[in-house]
């Protein structure tokens, strides 16, 4: 056990706190999930850079991590489109290209380990200040048709959009990387 460790397990235990909270659809506990949303997105940083910084990189951290990384965006995007902030396609792209990205890097890890590109960290940068700034309920801070509250949700949707954006072409770039490294393989063996 060690600090990054310590983090990322916080994390997944702040995983489904997040979901119980943002069950719940009122503003009170809109803030409440945003709060255990941003506690959650900010122990992601820490543990990676003290994971990287004091050589703290463990198996039970890569996979724990990727785990925590992943339930907490689904679980987000679920709930935004189970209470309606989020349409229901955008949810199902992210949630399939996680999965399958996931599935295609664990099966080529055979061959080579599969890091993380720009494009797939801009998504997720993207992705979790999207996330973010739909949970915040807006209205109770702004009326709603102010042009500050409206044009906050807008660039949420647009950091949702890049975030899109980034999703599938880093899912591309993925693909055709294991391609190009399956082949190269084929012809060692």
Do not use: C
């Not at 959650?40 to 951290?61: C, E, M, P, Q």
């Not at 664990?106 to 080579?112: C, D, S, T, V």
């Amino acid at each position: 056990m060690n600090i990054a460790n310590a983090l990322t397990i916080l994390r997944l235990v702040l995983v489904p706190v997040f979901i119980v909270v943002f069950l719940n659809d009122t503003t009170f506990y809109r803030w409440i999930a945003y709060i255990v949303f941003a506690i959650a997105a900010i122990t992601d940083k820490l543990d990676g850079y003290y994971a990287r910084s004091r050589n703290l990189v463990t198996d039970f951290g890569k996979l724990a991590d990727s785990i925590a990384d992943k339930a907490l965006i689904i679980s987000a995007l679920v709930l935004l489109s189970i209470h309606g902030y989020l349409w229901w396609w955008v949810t199902i792209v992210f949630i399939v290209r996680e999965l399958g990205i996931t599935l295609m890097r664990m099966k080529m890890r055979k061959i080579k380990v599969m890091a993380a590109g720009q494009a797939g960290k801009i998504k997720m940068v993207a992705q979790s200040f999207g996330i973010a700034g739909l949970l915040i309920p807006w209205q109770s801070i702004a009326p709603i048709e102010g042009m500050i509250a409206q044009g906050l949700i807008y660039f949420s949707y647009a950091l949702i959009a890049i975030a899109l954006y980034f999703a599938i072409s880093s899912a591309v770039e993925y693909i055709k990387e294991a391609v190009r490294l399956s082949r190269a393989n084929a012809h060692e063996e």
